[in-house]
């Protein structure tokens, strides 16, 4: 399902093909955690930033409204009224970041719930299952995420660990998809590689699910403590293992010159709440680096945010306007940061396919990896 | 400007032209209180609830981001990016309900600024002078409300000011719209009339109000602590006096039912905050009534917030969803509910002109008056 089209170096332009439609990567996702855009962005203002493939949270639905209600209204793909593709976290990285009281065993985690309290017990099958009453079509393996630092012999065990998991998931999906009314018959299991920072442990942990043939892998347990050039040296250690014919998705990550950097080492997938969380405080990007909107030079500022940018919020309004909705504590100011963050990332990649589309890549890099992420 | 097209008893369909484009009434205007529509909308969604006319707050906007500025922005329709009508309140109403330590006088009102504290006079020329700088196409005169229940004989020294004032206000917009740079060259001034509850007052300073010949009229000073009938038996008293060639503007009301009851009575202009707060609050408004969105029994319900509203919201979401929003604290709960509520009002204000133009208001206004306002 997944296509190389085109390599310079190791950065690949690819595209993937999913039960709603194909997308073109490299690619960033659009995160949607509760089923929902922050900043007030709806599935019709998706295309309109650009966004081709939105990102659920298993954990979050599953705990509010429940993945059941969902699958009764549908599955997700209408309950938020999008129509593209989604891929749906397992949960994993919320119940070791979110969730309180945790006790992992060979069976899965207990834990207790961030919103009520109440315990809930997750292993790779219920996490499958919700995937499955979700109808995403892309599901991740349920993973254990390990925090970084984090003592070898420790994450050796995890990695041993979420390799048995992997193969439960495998399992499990195939039953669900192939039952009869469900959501998504098309649904696929992408694998989670982990190992923290130890090189050997990454590519050990690899190879071994490299073996369930997966048609997707991704890059687990990264930008959790470790420092960015830890984070490149792992990703350049690791993707000489990477099946070169399955898409590698970096999970949660991160700035643009992440993108660029992590491009350039051969990831194709990204997904990160930076640019909403950022936006809401009105921190907004630029092809010259990131402003803070709230700043009093911006007070008269008639221009728009970023005058190359062919986002809706360039296109209408001034610096000055959603600096003033900010000073007012105007909603309208959280839609519009996102709404122009968001484009901006998916502008990004889209620059980046471009470039790879026209062999220049290298040159697309070098050229902005040291600029985009610099507060100007 | 004010065209007459029909009369069905005292409900008049009416038509008022407006350099930013004809409006067709009854209207409901959308309130934009700080040059931005509550809940994340935005004037590129304003044509998408039906809106004809923005209303924004001179005495907001003059405390925040500062007439001046807007004025150097090319004025509020370009600095919101609203090419349609707007009308400005003249912040009377505002000083009078936000501001602290006021003192009145014959040259105007001494407050602090309800943001900082700081120490404003505003008086008829620093009104018209700051809704010049805004350059809406009405202006409203700057009056004094005064709360019910009120001293007979202060509410007659209050309307005598007010309407020294408005004769001030008069001459202060045309000095200011025939300077040379002047925003809004076709901006034109709305008198207010007051009185309370004291029917003989209302009508001696209607009298004296119209003899200014101004191009519109507006009731001020009602829902402000009389009964719901008190206000509409002032309405029906004040009427008869009320210029019939010029549109006739019941300020800051109401419900969909208080519009039902007004249209019914003559007037023809209404705005109120309450479709954008009861949306905040989840009270979400249908043909059969007002329902709670986040009642527990709309968990599973996959219909649309009403079978007959054709909103954005309603023709691609459910009840279910929205639910969903709202318990996850979403901001776009916010932005939906309010959507849903402005179309609904706008949609409400269409239905009557449709009605007025079938000669059937009477038996519309019948069917609808008892059940718009009800929580079902």
Not at 116 to 122: N, P, Y
Not at 215 to 228: K, R
Not at 266 to 286: E, Q
Not at 338 to 359: C, P, W
């Amino acid at each position: 399902m997944y296509k190389l089209i085109k390599l310079e170096e190791r950065a690949r332009r690819g595209e993937y093909s999913t039960p709603h439609g194909t997308v073109q990567t490299p690619v960033f996702m659009n995160v949607g955690t509760q089923a929902a855009i922050k900043g007030g962005l709806s599935a019709e203002d998706l295309p309109r930033v650009g966004c081709q493939v939105e990102l659920s949270n298993t954990y979050h639905l599953h705990v509010r409204p429940g993945d059941g209600l969902i699958r009764e209204m549908g599955g997700l793909h209408r309950f938020m009224g999008w129509d593209g593709p989604i891929l749906t976290d397992s949960g994993g990285f919320q119940i070791f970041s979110l969730a309180s009281l945790r006790k992992i065993k060979e069976e899965g985690v207990y834990f207790n719930s961030h919103v009520d309290g109440r315990h809930i017990f997750m292993g790779p099958e219920e996490s499958m299952r919700i995937q499955a009453n979700l109808g995403s079509d892309i599901a991740m393996a349920f993973d254990e995420c390990v925090g970084i630092p984090a003592e070898r012999k420790y994450v050796e065990e995890s990695c041993a660990r979420t390799a048995r998991w992997l193969e439960r998931c495998k399992e499990a999906l195939n039953h669900y998809t192939s039952e009869d009314g469900a959501v998504n018959p098309g649904q696929v299991l992408w694998g989670i590689n982990q190992g923290a920072v130890f090189h050997d442990l990454r590519i050990d942990h690899m190879k071994r699910i490299a073996e369930l043939d997966l048609p997707g892998y991704a890059i687990g347990g990264l930008a959790v403590g470790e420092s960015t050039q830890e984070m490149y040296d792992t990703i350049e250690a690791l993707e000489p293992y990477m099946p070169a014919d399955r898409p590698r998705y970096l999970m949660g990550v991160g700035t643009p010159c992440n993108i660029l950097e992590s491009v350039h080492r051969g990831v194709d997938f990204f997904d990160c709440v930076m640019p909403a969380r950022n936006g809401r405080h009105g921190h907004l990007y630029t092809w010259e680096g990131v402003i803070n909107i709230k700043n009093e030079k911006y007070a008269r500022d008639d221009g728009p945010i970023d005058p190359e940018c062919g986002c809706p919020v360039c296109r209408r309004w001034s610096r000055s306007y959603l600096r003033h909705l900010f000073k007012a504590e105007e909603i309208l100011a959280l839609r519009f940061s996102v709404m122009h963050n968001l484009f901006f990332y998916n502008s990004l990649t889209e620059k980046i396919r471009q470039a790879l589309d026209a062999g220049d890549y290298e040159s697309f890099y070098r050229r902005n990896r040291e600029k985009l992420d610099r507060r100007i």
